[in-house]
């Protein structure tokens, strides 16, 4: 790795860090000796970077500290571009759109050097399953989750029964074939899962629901995590 970029790695883990991290923790992370650290941590407090800290203690990054915007390391340029074709190739018109005015963004501001990284990527995204059309407006929707508004919508569930209900929508999921909204159901009072192609219209209200979206995706995620240990899964994917 180069100095560079390693001096750039010290600064973001230190940057996610919630308390002091050890030159052992950088050490083993960067896979460098504890010595070679204490260099790195001097040099940036030569550059003026606001690490505070001893050795022994750990090191903290001052908050409000912030770099010139998109000094990327390849790495990280390729997880970018990845899920950048990703979402163009399976997210809604909009966010595809905005998929690919960002790659070519990208592709403007890195240095020369770095643009094969984007123009002759060894990445790709194959679409192996047709994805099943949208019966609602997926844009209008992640509008109205970002500002709480319900939504009324008709549903055809897999054993075509037809049900009107209104819901607080909370996220969106995307799969490989189809997308799924995530939310409360004012019908059964319970969350409830809907395929967006099962949808057979929808109207988005102009009333809000009162609870904070993330209080309800996190009360929705602690149920899918009991749901699947009871099923035998782990929760973490592993």
């Excluded at 030159?23 to 040099?43: F, G, K, N, P």
């Excluded at 990845?82 to 595809?96: E, M």
């Excluded at 629901?209 to 996190?218: D, G, H, K, Q």
Aim: charged share 30%; aromatic share 8%; net charge positive.
């Amino acid at each position: 790795m180069r100095r560079a970029d390693r001096l750039f790695q010290v600064i973001q883990i230190l940057r996610g860090a919630r308390a002091p991290v050890t030159a052992r923790a950088l050490a083993d992370e960067l896979e460098i000796s504890c010595r070679t650290v204490y260099r790195d941590i001097a040099d940036l407090m030569a550059q003026r970077v606001p690490v505070r800290g001893e050795a022994g203690v750990g090191y903290i990054l001052e908050r409000g500290y912030d770099m010139p915007p998109l000094m990327l390391t390849p790495d990280e340029i390729e997880a970018a571009v990845l899920g950048a074709k990703w979402v163009a190739g399976h997210g809604d018109p909009a966010l595809a759109r905005g998929a690919r005015d960002l790659i070519a963004k990208i592709g403007a501001v890195i240095p020369e050097d770095l643009r094969p990284i984007i123009l002759d990527s060894p990445l790709a995204v194959p679409n192996l399953h047709a994805i099943q059309p949208d019966a609602v407006d997926i844009t209008q929707l992640r509008s109205w989750i970002r500002r709480r508004g319900k939504v009324h919508i008709k549903y055809v569930d897999v054993n075509d029964r037809t049900s009107e209900r209104t819901i607080w929508p909370i996220t969106v999921a995307y799969f490989e074939a189809v997308r799924l909204i995530v939310a409360w159901c004012e019908k059964r009072q319970s969350f409830r899962h809907f395929r967006t192609d099962r949808i057979t219209s929808a109207s988005f209200l102009n009333e809000t629901y009162p609870t904070r979206t993330s209080v309800l995706r996190a009360a929705w995620w602690k149920e899918e995590q009991e749901h699947m240990k009871k099923k035998g899964m782990n929760p973490d994917g592993n």
